[in-house]
């Protein structure tokens, strides 16, 4: 029995045909009994069907669910069938666990714009039934993945004065990541107990702080959702002090895996922590943090481990935030390299050499009375992020 994992959920994976290689492309989670769910999704226009179907569900069950279906390998999108797979995937997986259909939600990864044969999701289903686990966590979070090079789990337990809760959160992505919301996908699992409005408002405060501070080459998916499901199955209702702790812990969770999976950036080779203090508004400093993030001069600089502060300041200055550059100092690895807007006193080799380490860290302060600070974790681009990419495909 893996103790990590929330009392009354269970996981399942198996690899299905969708894939062209013979690794896990289908997992199935669910919840022993009804789960309240909230989930938060692609605001990119081009949204693929999975995503549709899921946000009706949730509105059609009051933000209950049992389960979720997850393929990699097709993205199910922009194909001219894709509602139709979407819909015959949550009335198996309804048929399957005897549960009406909108109590199960769908997510898919991979490939946009190719047919999803859902009759390989039908076939596989009744093994996936008799394969579930609560100690099949870690192949579910294998069988998401797609670029990604190891698979992204995190976990949390939170003492109250009721009795203990479990988080146990995963994640999938590596590219095409700026998530205007989420991530590609993660799923995240409690047995405390909330109502679904309590919940959407949970996640939407931790997603904002972790899963939309991330970005590896500023592309926002068509399929990006992330849900938290809290079915209850621990008993313990959390007061106001204790909610206090479980969404402390819940954040937590989320930022784990949202670092990881810019960690995992494709062909990326180093972490980039960026923190902007002294904007106008947090609101404000995120714009700045962003811009920076978002870079490819700055991007690439990391990969270098070139000290060029003359990339860092231009790109802040892109944004419609008002500021006086000549109140700007920037250091890098805690180097100042930047004071008022200047080059400072600093020994190149010695802020090189810091800079070829896996971490780096970016700090742009803007002098003055204005208190927005934000934080924002980046990766750097190599060579290896083109052949990923243009390879993708093929």
Avoid at 58 to 67: F, I
Avoid at 381 to 387: L, N, Q, R, V
Wanted: aromatic fraction near 6%; proline fraction near 4%; charged fraction near 25%.
């Amino acid at each position: 029995m893996d103790h990590r994992i929330p009392k009354g959920f269970n996981f399942a994976a198996t690899y299905a045909g969708i894939r062209k290689t013979e690794k896990m492309d289908l997992a199935l989670m669910t919840s022993e009994i009804p789960a309240a769910a909230a989930a938060v999704f692609t605001q990119n226009t081009v949204r693929a069907a999975p995503v549709n179907l899921s946000e009706a569900h949730l509105a059609k069950s009051r933000g209950l669910a049992r389960a979720i279906i997850c393929n990699a390998g097709n993205a199910n999108c922009a194909t001219r069938d894709g509602e139709k797979v979407a819909r015959k995937t949550a009335r198996a997986v309804g048929s399957l666990l005897e549960i009406p259909s909108e109590m199960a939600l769908v997510a898919s990864t991979g490939v946009i714009g190719e047919p999803l044969d859902v009759s390989k999701i039908e076939k596989a289903l009744p093994g996936l039934g008799l394969q579930l686990s609560p100690d099949n966590f870690d192949h579910v979070a294998r069988a998401i993945m797609t670029t990604d090079t190891v698979p992204k789990t995190a976990f949390a337990e939170i003492k109250t004065s009721q009795g203990t809760v479990r988080i146990a959160g995963m994640a999938k992505g590596s590219g095409m990541i700026q998530p205007n919301m989420a991530t590609m996908l993660g799923f995240v699992f409690t047995d405390a107990a909330f109502k679904p409005s309590a919940l959407r408002r949970m996640l939407r405060a931790a997603a904002d702080d972790t899963f939309n501070s991330i970005s590896v080459d500023s592309d926002t998916s068509t399929n990006d959702s992330l849900y938290l499901l809290a079915n209850g199955a621990s008993g313990v209702h959390p007061k106001k002090a204790d909610r206090e702790t479980f969404e402390q812990a819940l954040k937590q969770v989320c930022e784990d895996l949202a670092v990881a999976i810019v960690r995992d950036g494709e062909g990326a080779k180093k972490l980039v922590t960026i923190d902007v203090e002294g904007a106008p508004s947090d609101k404000d400093a995120k714009k700045i943090a962003r811009e920076i993030a978002n870079s490819p001069l700055v991007k690439t600089a990391m990969a270098g481990a070139d000290p060029n502060w003359g990339r860092i300041l231009p790109a802040a200055g892109k944004t419609d935030v008002d500021f006086n550059p000549r109140k700007v100092d920037i250091w890098l690895n805690g180097f100042q390299v930047c004071d008022r807007g200047l080059q400072a006193d600093f020994v190149e080799a010695e802020v090189q050499k810091s800079m070829e380490e896996a971490a780096c860290s970016v700090r742009f302060r803007i002098r003055g009375k204005g208190k927005g600070r934000a934080r924002f974790w980046t990766c750097d681009f190599t060579e290896a992020y083109i052949k990923i990419n243009a390879e993708y495909r093929t």
